[in-house]
């Protein structure tokens, strides 16, 4: 293989890793149509250098580009900046139910696409949101505000504690006059007045 193709291979991954990374933070299938397109059509036109060098060529630059990915991955495992510089990192759109302005205009992310994946995962209101970050794959984080959360099972067992705790503080069956209990026990109401018995 030529060493002109080993750095042209390179280059080509550094290329697409900024190109890709300036394009946004959107998985496959938060991409829209256009943005799909012009992906396949970024992939074309960064092998063109290389294409039509034969098979074993090919396989050999494929390698190369794997070698790559797993050495960017474990120098971002190793250097935080690097990480940061090459995967970005989360940014807050959504802080007390208010939405950040600037990190959407950052993300170039339209309040109506925010409002789309909140109702994907359930949150009907942004307003009901403590925190909201679209992570640096592209997903969104949530956390919901305190009043808004669904009760943990914790909570219930907690709850029913309470009440428990609540129903041996009030009168016992038996310090509470039952009257069925005359019938069985075939005795007189006590707390019933003589004349009207």
Do not use: C
């Amino acid at each position: 293989m030529e060493p002109a193709l080993i750095w042209q291979t390179l280059i080509i991954f550094v290329a697409a890793t900024l190109l890709l990374r300036i394009s946004g933070r959107r998985t496959i299938s938060q991409m829209t149509i256009p943005q799909t397109v012009m992906m396949i059509a970024i992939g074309t036109l960064l092998i063109q250098p290389v294409s039509g060098k034969g098979l074993w060529t090919t396989f050999g630059i494929a390698g190369i580009l794997v070698i790559s990915l797993i050495l960017t991955e474990y120098i971002q495992f190793k250097f935080d900046p690097v990480e940061t510089a090459i995967s970005g990192k989360a940014l807050v759109v959504i802080e007390n139910g208010i939405l950040n302005e600037k990190n959407l205009k950052k993300l170039r992310l339209p309040v109506d696409k925010l409002e789309q994946r909140l109702r994907q995962v359930g949150v009907t209101s942004h307003k009901d949101v403590q925190y909201a970050t679209i992570e640096s794959n592209g997903q969104l984080g949530y956390n919901l505000r305190p009043e808004k959360q669904p009760a943990t099972k914790e909570d219930i067992q907690n709850l029913l504690q309470a009440l428990q705790s609540r129903q041996t503080s009030l009168p016992k069956e038996g310090t509470t006059h039952n009257i069925f209990q005359e019938v069985v026990s075939e005795g007189e109401a006590n707390h019933v007045p003589k004349y009207l018995q």
